[in-house]
């Protein structure tokens, strides 16, 4: 199920949503010219929970920098081309909305915080894991749990794959974000059943994400009347 448009068009050009993207996509040209040092930079600016842990408890780590740092840096690297490519259509489609709601200063401290308290979310089950974590979808979960609440009935025509075609139809924002919601719960919680430097997706990042842009999106001024530009 993919989005791929929102009918709730925005009131003005979403400057920061696109400077978000432009980073995202620069930095990962940049990863592409990397090759075999790749790894080393991901494990200086991809968030590693035990060098969190380390650096949380007074410990030395091999970091030149403080690991908290890695809570905002790990928002802009991506693991491949899928994954930035899902990631900024999911930026695309719902962060218009939300960075005109809440302007845009606001959006950018909300984005920020949403990322780094995904971050957290997914640390705090796995604090010993050496495995970088690492991608803007915490961040971008913060906003579409914003957008739900905001703009609930927001159609968003979803592409659905049917064997060898595809069927296109309009969901309201709750059911497709809902739906989506539900699915990272479920897979966070029997994530923890899982070994825990396997790797793989942050299912925790996503729900803690989402949960928390419901959240800091009203206080930031989400539900504020801006007038019509």
């Not at 993207?21 to 968030?47: C, P």
């Not at 005109?100 to 401290?109: F, S």
């Not at 969901?171 to 974000?177: E, G, H, Q, S």
């Amino acid at each position: 199920m993919v989005p791929l448009r929102d009918n709730n068009p925005t009131r003005s050009t979403p400057l920061v949503t696109y400077g978000i993207i432009t980073l995202n996509v620069v930095v990962f040209v940049h990863e592409l010219r990397l090759g075999e040092s790749l790894n080393q930079f991901f494990q200086l600016w991809a968030l590693v929970p035990a060098e969190l842990t380390a650096n949380l408890q007074g410990q030395p780590t091999d970091l030149p920098h403080p690991a908290w740092i890695t809570l905002f840096t790990s928002q802009f690297l991506h693991g491949g081309l899928l994954h930035i490519a899902g990631n900024m259509l999911f930026l695309w489609v719902f962060g218009n909305n939300v960075e005109d709601q809440l302007g845009r200063l606001k959006y950018i401290v909300f984005y920020l915080s949403c990322g780094a308290l995904a971050a957290l979310s997914q640390w705090f089950f796995n604090i010993h894991s050496d495995i970088p974590s690492l991608g803007a979808s915490g961040a971008i979960a913060g906003v579409m749990g914003a957008y739900i609440i905001r703009f609930p009935r927001a159609e968003v025509l979803t592409l659905i794959p049917l064997g060898f075609f595809w069927w296109t139809v309009n969901l309201p924002a709750i059911f497709f974000l809902g739906f989506w919601f539900a699915q990272q719960a479920f897979n966070s919680v029997a994530s923890l059943n899982a070994p825990m430097n396997m790797g793989g997706i942050a299912y925790w990042a996503h729900a803690g994400g989402f949960v928390f842009g419901a959240l800091l999106g009203p206080l930031l001024g989400l539900f504020n009347d801006r007038p019509q530009r």
